[in-house]
């Protein structure tokens, strides 16, 4: 069992930045990748980045390629999403997603992730 929490989110003005976090306990060690999606009202859960738990490698959606940024620090088994240029469609509850398989990476889809978070909301105001 992977445990993971969220935290960091808020209400911000587009153009504004914000970073949210999320920090896994329990069996760690076998993560493959950890993912960022979010949710907004009445639409389907999309994939935003993902990053190699014991590798730097990462993936973007196009829509946030170039504005946000996602690092881990293993030391404290968190995982970050630096969000920048915040759009008002950036609005959404965001959740992180710890993936025990390579698939998990290479095709980021909501059913490849075995553990989720709460989610954290994220409103951008225009």
């Known amino acids: 069992q992977v445990h993971m929490v969220e935290s960091g989110g808020g209400l911000v003005q587009a153009g504004d930045s914000l970073r949210i976090s999320c920090t896994a306990s329990g069996r760690t060690s076998d993560i493959y990748c950890m993912g960022w999606f979010r949710q907004a009202p009445g639409q389907d859960r999309e994939f935003v980045a993902v990053?190699?738990?014991?590798?730097?490698?990462?993936n973007y959606a196009d829509s946030v390629k170039g504005r946000f940024t996602i690092s881990r620090d293993n030391a404290k088994n968190t995982v970050y999403l630096q969000m920048d240029s915040l759009k008002s469609e950036d609005t959404a509850v965001y959740y992180c997603?710890?993936?025990?398989?390579?698939?998990?990476?290479?095709?980021?889809?909501?059913?490849?992730?075995?553990?989720w978070g709460q989610g954290t909301q994220v409103t951008v105001s225009s």
């Open positions: 997603g710890a993936g025990m398989e390579d698939g998990s990476y290479y095709y980021p889809r909501t059913y490849q992730f075995d553990y």
């Open positions: 990053i190699k738990w014991n590798a730097d490698s990462a």
